[in-house]
């Protein structure tokens, strides 16, 4: 497999570009090279600018949940296009989207569009703030939440991959209300409650992806969620990555659970620049125009990102592939730890329906802490391998992998080989 296009482009992009990348979490520096360049994609397929083919269990991050331009996606925002692409003013697509997302998730009655996870976040933790009058906020170590100030503490994905704990350039007193608590750890929550009676809110990744994938145990939301309640105090579900990704209605539909403010992102636009927020009515009504609580934005609701989302929901409620994500995401479960096995390479499998990763450790993963107990030399090994037998993985081992609806048997198939090369290797080092 040859990579000399890319490898091209990556010097020449160093030159006016940061790192050859626009998101750290693209280059390839904790697995020791440089980063791949991207064609273009179609159904469960990448194409790098070397013409080299690969099943795609990146999906930009979980974003392409139908596969790559889908052909209702496609003509959606075709249709879309011929209109404009940015008005500044109001359309009937925002409507619409709006409409599907409080349609599936209870806990929503209203909801504000922006471009990004981060600012949904961003705007998330402001609400949540303005809505009860306190200023501290719990985050939980290894959950991503992006890349705002104040929760760029004990973070998971990129400052993960890199080893930072948190990021130069966040003064002191932007951090200095962000509380951190062990995942799946409900008296580690408790412990800052019993301190402080200022706090605003939790916010959790109701399902981790960003420590590698991390599951909630024995109900621990259910029981953060009434803690919270008695508090008086809200929960902030950021399903960012898990919103109509775990199940239509996101992880809370999954896990039984009504958050009190909702962040979403990635697949709600399709892969076009789409975060929302949303809430029940009375801390919606915190929001400007209606509240005081300002947020705003140029490209907010953006007419293409809206016509990419709609399409997508749209096609996604049609297909309801959650039973099949359950079922392929259980066969490369298996396939990983069968072939693991094969080779005598410790290995832990996180997984939740159609988001999951490997761990080169012998020890169950719940938390940051036992996250970090993984090999990442091993890792490192197996992303190579897998790259070269033709699967596009993150490269990271504290990222999740995703699977999409459109991945078929010849791609799972494509997959176990490529895992038993990698395993192999492994095994050797
Ligand atoms: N929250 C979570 C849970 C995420 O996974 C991410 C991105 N991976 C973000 C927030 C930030 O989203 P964005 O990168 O779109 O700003």
New binding site residues.
Partial sequence: MMFKKSEKLYKKGLKNLVGAVNSPVRAFSSVGGNPLFIKKAKGTKITDVDGNEYVDLVLS?GPMILGHRHKKVQKGVDKALKNGYSFGASTEAEIKLAKIVCDAFPGIDKVRFVN????A?LSAVRLARAFTGKDKIIKFSG?????QDSLLVAAG?GLATLSMPGSKGVPEGAVKNTLIAEYNNLESVKAHFEKYDDIAGVII?PIC??MGVAIPQNGFLVELKKYLESKNALLIA?E??TGFRSKFGGAQELLGITADIT?L??VIGGGFPV?AYGAREEIMQEVAPLGGMYQAGTLSGNPIAMAGGIATLTELKKQNPYKKFEETGSILEVILLETAKKYNVDLVVNRFGSMLNPFFTNVEVTNFEKAQTSDTEKFAVFFWEMIKNGVFLPPSQFEAWFLSSALNDKDIQKIANAVDKAMEKVSTI
């Avoid at 990004?116 to 600012?119: C, K, L, P």
């Avoid at 959950?143 to 890349?147: K, Q, R, S, T, V």
């Fill in positions: 991050y990004s996870g981060t600012e976040v959950c991503y939440h992006g890349h994905s990744e992806g960003n950021d960012v990555m962040c992102g990635k975060g």
